[in-house]
Nanobody, 123 residues
Framework: QVQLVESGGGLVQAGESLRLSCPASGRTPSVYIMGWFRQAPGKEREFVAAITRSGLARYADSVKGRFTISRDNAKNTVYLQMNSLNSEDTGVYYC?????????????????WGQGTQVIVSA
């Protein structure tokens, strides 16, 4: 099993930034991909970004150029730097981990999930 705990969410104004963190514990050597998803009220959980152990990254079109995912393998931690936030970025952000060997973006491709951290962006 792998445990994930997100932190760093909060209430910010449009245009501001936040940095989310997610350390992993447990059977971390089995994890190849770490990613972030988000769920806005009344909507499906959607892919935001993912990163491999070597640093290859993939982003949703809606966050390209504004969000940056990074990973510290020594600390088993993944980060999400979010800049130029807008109201459409509001939601619960979930950290996820996958044993898949490629940069997957489907919810079903991730075996482990954190509890989520709330991000609210006021206009």
């Amino acid at each position: 099993q792998v445990q994930l705990v997100e932190s760093g969410g909060g209430l910010v104004q449009a245009g501001e930034s936040l940095r989310l963190s997610c350390p992993a514990s447990g059977r971390t050597p089995s994890v190849y991909i770490m990613g972030w998803f988000r769920q806005a009220p009344g909507k499906e959980r959607e892919f935001v970004a993912a990163i491999t152990r070597s640093g290859l990254a993939r982003y949703a079109d809606s966050v390209k150029g504004r969000f940056t995912i990074s990973r510290d393998n020594a600390k088993n931690t993944v980060y999400l730097q979010m800049n130029s936030l807008n109201s459409e970025d509001t939601g619960v952000y979930y950290c996820a981990a996958s044993r898949k060997g490629s940069l997957v973006a489907g919810r079903d491709d991730y075996e482990y999930w954190g509890q989520g951290t709330q991000v609210i962006v006021s206009a």
